[in-house]
């Protein structure tokens, strides 16, 4: 599976951004998703994921009530819609996909199997 997320770029505090994450292969549809970030300095940090149906979701807290995952099978691909975004969201935010696991949702990053390269979001206040 190869992952490729884009999306990012530069917004102001306040200002939504929408990432998407497209994958290859078939298996798709089998495979729990999560959204990583990491900020400059900081270690890689958990922000969302979600079951291989859709049917679980799990949010950091930071990010719980402002951030949203979703994901269309049938194109293969996971969005994260950000709103209300703050200066300390900038970072670099990847992609993950876990073959493992298809109903329950993983925080951790050894879970996952493939990563894609990152899109980076920065926040200017």
């Known amino acids: 599976v190869q992952l490729q997320a884009y999306g990012g770029g530069l917004v102001q505090a306040g200002d939504s951004l929408r990432l998407s994450c497209a994958a290859s292969?078939?298996?798709?549809?089998?495979?729990?998703m999560g959204w990583f970030r990491q900020a400059p300095g900081k270690g890689r940090e958990f922000v969302a994921a979600i079951s291989s149906s859709g049917g679980s979701t799990s949010y950091a807290d930071s990010v719980k009530g402002r951030f949203t995952i979703s994901r269309d099978n049938a194109k293969n691909t996971v969005y994260l819609q950000m709103n209300s975004l703050q200066p300390e969201d900038t970072a670099v935010y990847s992609c993950a996909a876990d073959k493992q696991h298809t109903l329950v949702v993983f925080t951790t990053p050894g879970t996952y199997d493939y990563w894609g390269q990152g899109t980076l979001v920065t926040v200017s206040s």
């Open positions: 292969g078939r298996t798709f549809s089998r495979y729990g």
